[in-house]
Structures are given as C-alpha cells and as structure tokens.
C-alpha cells in the first residue's frame, strides 16, 4: 500500500508547513515529515497489544501537557485567540502519534481509519489564532489540500473498493469527485464567512471560554486609561508577571509615570532623551555581568546600594520595571532613553531577559524645576468646581506637604470602598464621578483622584502605574509579582523628603501577600526555570543560560535525580541479564526454547499464528476455542507446566519432542478453517 502512505505523508506535510508558517518552528515539522518519510526505508513494523497503546497514548499526551505547562509556545496578543498555545500543544501531540502510527504493524500495512481524524484536528488546532490576511490566504488552501489527501487516502483502502465491486470504476471516480468539490467548497465557503464575522465569533466565544484575552497590557504604555489596569489584574490573575532577586521585600516597581490628565486619560508631556552607556560603575554597584551595558541615571554617590535583578515574564511587555530612585541600570541592551520621571525606556529589551537595577540608601533629594512644579500643578480644565471646593476644604487645616497627603489618603479611606469596576452613566466625566458621587471603585481612580486633589492643594504629583511585589518564592529565592498585583499609585514631591509613595487605595485594593502553597511554589519555580532557559536559548543568550542552568537548583535536582534513577535502572537491568545469562547456559533451558521454537514454525505453516503478548496458555485456548487443532492446545498447556513448574525433567522434554509430529499430522486436517478465523480477528 504504498500509495495509501504517501497520501499520509502528503498529509502530515500540510500540517508540518502551516506549524512552521504559523510559528516559525522548524525543528520538529521537518523531524516528523523526515519520519514518515523514513518508513519507507525502516520496513520494522512493531506490535502492541491495545491496552499498551492505550495507556502509551495517554502518557505521551500527559507528556505534552506537561510541555505547554512548563514551556508552552508564546505567541502575540494579537495571534492569540482560546487557549491559543494549549491548542498548538493539542496538535503537535496528534502529529507524533500519527509517526508513530506509520511504525505500528496493520493489516496490508494500511494506517487505521483513525489517521486522517488526527490529521484534521490537528489542523484545526493549528488554525486556533487569529489569522491576519495573508495567514488566511495560506490557511484556506493548506486546509483544503488536507481534506482532498484525507478524502483520497479513506478510498484507496481495500474495504472501500471491495464494498463498492458491483459499481463501475468511472461511477466510483465521478462520485469521488463530485464528493470531494462539495467538501472543498463547502469549507473554503465556511471559511470565508467566518473570517468575515472573526470579531463578533471572537468576543462572544472568548467572553465564556476565555474571558482574561480580551485584555492585553496597556497600563504600561504609552497612555495610561483609566481602567487599563484593571484589564491587566484581571487577565490571568495568577500568572506571574515579575519575578525579582534581592535582599529586602521590592514593593512598588514602576513601569510608567504620567503627568497630564485630559478627559479621565493620562499621559506623559515631556519627550524622552537618550542616555548612553557608561564605561565605569558606581562605587558601591556591582559589575554588570558579561553580556550587559551599564547605563547611570543619575551620578549618585553612596555608601550603599539596594540591588535588584528583575526577571520579566516572556508574554510580559519589554518594559523596565524598577523602584523609585533607580540610579543604575544594567541590560543587554545598547540604548537607552530617559523621561522626566526618570522612567527607562529600552526598545530593544527582550521578553524574558533579566536585567539589575541598583537604588542608593540616604540619598538627598534633588530639587523640581519651575517647569518641573508647573507640569506636576496642572489641573484638567473639565474639572468641576465642587471639587476644587473639596480640595479646598481638605487642604484648609493643612500646611506642610505631609500634612496634605496624610489628609486626602485619610479622606479616601474614610470614604470610599473599594471594588473592581466601576460603572459611569453615559456622558458623565468618570473623574468628576468618582469624586463627587463617591462610588466604589479600583485603584486607578484612587490614585487619579488624589493626585488632581494634591494638586490643587499645591503638592506637585505624577500618576504611576506598575507592579506591587510582596509574595516570596522560598524555594527560588526571588520575589513574584502576578498579574493580580498591577497596580497604580501616586507619588508626591516633598521639599523635605523628596519623592514619596502616595497610597491612597483602600487597604482591600493595596497587593499584599497571598500565602501559596509550597508545591505550587516549587511547581511555578521549575517551571519559570524552563522557561527563562529556553528563552534565553532562542534568543542567542548561550553564556546566560548555561549560568542560568548551573544556578538553578530544582533543575541540579531534577538532573541528580534523573541520574539516579537511571543508574538504579542499569543496575537491576544487569541482574537481570545475569539471571538470564545462568538460565539460559541450562542444556535442558535451550532444549526446551528449541522445541518451542520449532512448534511454532510447524503450526505457522498450518496458518496457526501466536499473537503478539499473547501467552501459552490464551493461545491454547483460542486453539481448543475454534475445534482446529486440539492436541496443539494440549501440547502448549504442556510446555507452559514444564518450562513454568519449577523443573526440566528429562522425561517430559522427550514427552514434548515425541508428540510434535503426531501433532503436525492431526493439524492438517483443520488449519484452512482456523487461518480464516485468524484473519477475521486481524481485520478486525
């Protein structure tokens, strides 16, 4: 049949290119369509009985479940759409089992009528994104292609020639064909109609299956809306988002800081400069690992410095999340550019690579600018008048600037509740909303709504979105920030003090500490050990992820431990070789191996087949079972209590040798009624 297989590789070739086309993979497509081809060549066929197929089917779908876990692809938000890398996990799993297929022994050595369902799941699988245009236009004609080679691949099988004998060739091609365009067409119709409704099918499915993708990152970029935050918090809430190695908690880690609020939106008035790379480190600051650039913020000099490496998530943003008062930065990155809140932007940071960070202890603050205290003082000009009135009576008692911070995050706290959500009526400013109607709401209107009252009490301000970290990882020694933990805050300017940390959210709304358990911790601390390692190996980054590997201590553990059971194996494995060895050097051992070697070959030419994993005994029975050759049933039963009791007399042995042939004799008489029977069991 090898037309019937090279249809099946023909398919497994669609579905290998649209895998690479969709996700640039190269290594396992062509791996797989070299396998199926490979076939052709390796004639070994193997046999398995059904429950091992079954149990070996589930094991290596286990094992790829175990893959998307740990390392599961990374597409874009864009890409994405349900469960986008569970479903590209889904399909390659089908794409190795039907290789293993084309190895597994069939009747006529035809593939089971189960391969083409494979293959079209598999595609469906693959096809689980959101699709641009030009992806469309290559997914359309690979899908058609497969159903075609499917279609093809079911009617040359033998069964569906021989039920069709009483109809003309040319009526079997016509039909064929005619089934074949309808099929086509029906899809590429489908298809299409589907692509036209891709944004209405999205959100309605998405809404119930998956509602966390119809967020994506936006609180940290270039606008800050009010409600984008929110969109992040709620977007796989315990994914994590940071993971941060230092000495002491690292608490708030900013990624944006926005200084002009229009129309409840923030954003960020002043231009960024580039900063260049330095050629010395601080004193105090630790030499930048090999591979990375050292970029001074600020020449600061200290006695000491607070060090922070922060690892981002791979689906994270390239964005740099650091403390207030970051001085020091050092990434694998040759630019760098700087805001007015000393917020760094590196465009060419990768997803996934870790970069440091250092923070000077007692420092002096520096002091604002005129341009600087009037950016931070202005007030949106849609602000109603009753709330500078509010301002006005909060700030009436107050002189210093801690004073008037400690007043408006005490009136919030008083006043307000906290939720997630809030819902504005329908054209209702949401900023004058929330403060007049003091409805429940999230951190970004807290923190929005006091720093338009700190700045009309005369505290210059910024808007601050970003990270809160306060959960610990024991096991890998690093702090996490999940996405739960996004978070906005305000930070005040303070002639005394200098920039200071406004947390006017109540304390329901503020990220603390939510306890883990520790074999989820240990679980999410392998995991974002593979993962980081094959991001830094897709990347390029060789010498970062061999320290990666010889730092990581679960993974040490997992390879000691992998080691261990391995020399566990080949020590029993060589007793039992050396039991095999003894037992097989027995004289009466391999006489008894010998006659049951040529017993076999003897009902072989009689069609009288033992199955494979099938024992002496289940292969006596199904002989008694059909009437075809009783004295063989009674010869096996025989030898099983020979080789099996314990003992080789030599009485017994010349017993088996001597009624092989009266055997030989006796079967021929029945072998044509029991190979007929044969045959219907392996057909079916």
């Known amino acids: 049949m090898i037309l019937h297989r090279l249809l099946a590789c023909a398919a497994l070739a669609i579905q290998s290119t649209v895998l690479w086309y969709f996700t640039d993979t190269q290594v396992f497509p ?3 369509v070299l396998l199926s081809l490979a076939s052709f060549v390796i004639k070994q066929r193997f046999d398995l009985d059904r429950r091992f197929a079954f149990w070996g089917q589930v094991g290596l779908f286990l094992l790829f479940v175990v893959k998307y876990y740990a390392a599961p692809h990374e597409f874009d938000f864009a890409e994405q759409f349900v469960r986008t890398p569970f479903a590209f996990a889904v399909g390659q799993f089908l794409m190795t089992l039907q290789v293993i297929q084309f190895y597994f022994r069939y009747p006529d050595d035809r593939l089971p009528l189960s391969w083409p369902a494979f293959s079209v799941i598999s595609l469906v699988c693959f096809g689980d994104l959101q699709a641009n245009p030009m992806q469309m236009r290559f997914f359309q004609p690979a899908a058609v292609s497969l159903v075609v080679v499917n279609a093809l691949l079911i009617s040359v ?13 040319w009526s079997q091609l016509v039909l064929t064909a005619l089934v074949l365009a309808a099929v086509g067409g029906t899809g590429w119709g489908a298809a299409t109609a589907l692509r036209r409704h891709e944004r209405d099918f999205d959100e309605l499915i998405a809404r119930f299956l998956a509602p966390e993708r119809l967020s994506v990152q936006p609180g940290f970029s270039g606008r800050g809306r009010l409600g984008s935050v929110a969109k992040v918090k709620t977007t796989g809430e315990n994914k994590i988002a940071l993971r941060v190695y230092s000495d002491e908690e690292p608490g708030y880690l900013r990624g944006r800081a926005f200084d002009l609020i229009q129309n409840s939106n923030w954003s960020l008035g002043s231009s960024l400069r580039p900063l260049s790379a330095s050629k010395t480190t601080p004193a105090g600051v630790k030499d930048a690992p090999a591979g990375l650039q050292t970029f001074v913020t600020d020449a600061t000099t200290a006695d000491q410095w607070i060090d922070y490496e922060i690892w981002p998530a791979a689906a994270q943003p390239a964005a740099i999340f650091a403390p207030l008062g970051t001085a020091v930065l050092q990434a694998p990155v040759d630019s760098v550019s700087i805001d007015l809140h000393n917020i760094l932007h590196a465009d060419e940071l990768s997803q996934g690579i870790p970069f440091h960070v250092a923070v ?23 602000l109603d008048p009753q709330i500078t009135n509010l301002a006005g009576r909060l700030a009436k008692d107050e002189w210093t600037t801690a004073e008037k911070i400690a007043a408006v995050t005490h009136f919030f706290h008083e006043n307000y509740q906290y939720q997630m959500g ?61 996405n739960r933990d996004a978070h906005a805050w305000v930070e005040a300017y303070d002639d005394q003090l200098g920039w200071v940390i406004v947390e006017a959210t109540p304390a329901a709304g503020v990220p603390v500490l939510q306890q883990t358990t520790q074999p989820k911790q240990f679980w999410e601390y392998l995991r974002e050990a593979f993962l980081t390692l094959r991001i830094q190996l897709q990347q390029g980054y060789f010498r970062m992820a061999l320290q990666s590997l010889v730092q990581s201590r679960g993974v040490m ?15 029993r494995a060589r007793k039992r070789t050396t039991k095999v ?16 070697g040529t017993m076999d070959k003897r009902l072989r030419k009689l069609q009288l087949f033992r ?20 004295p063989a049933a009674d010869w096996y039963r025989d030898y099983a209590a020979v080789r099996y009791g314990g003992g080789y007399v030599s009485s017994e042995l010349k017993r ?16 044509t009624q029991f190979s007929r029977q044969h045959d219907d069991s392996i057909s079916r």
């Open 557 to 571: 553990l997992i390879l000691c431990g992998l080691l261990i059971y391995i020399l566990v194996r080949l020590v």
């Open 360 to 382: 000077p202890e007692n420092v002096a603050p520096g002091r604002l600018s005129e341009d600087e205290r009037a950016r931070l003082l202005r007030i949106p000009k849609e």
């Open 611 to 630: 199955l494979p994993g099938e024992t002496l005994h289940q292969f006596a029975d199904r002989i008694g079972q059909h009437g075809s050759n009783p």
């Open 422 to 482: 809030i819902r504005v009526p329908a054209g209702t400013d949401p900023l004058n909303y929330f403060l007049l109607e003091r409805p429940p709401a999230h951190c970004e209107y807290f923190a929005s709504g006091a720093a338009v009252l700190l700045r009309i009490a005369g505290v210059p301000c910024r808007y601050v979105t970003g990270f809160v970290a306060v959960e610990e990882n024991r096991y890998g020694g690093y702090w996490v920030a999940r």
């Open 656 to 671: 088996l040798k001597v009624s092989m042939p009266k055997i030989y004799n006796s079967g021929q008489r029945s072998n």
């Open 157 to 169: 099988r033998r069964e569906y020639w021989r039920s069709h004998e009483r109809r003309s060739r």
């Open 581 to 596: 060895r003894r037992t097989a050097a027995d004289p009466q051992f391999r006489e008894l191996q010998r006659l049951l």
């Open 30 to 32: 062509i791996t797989v």
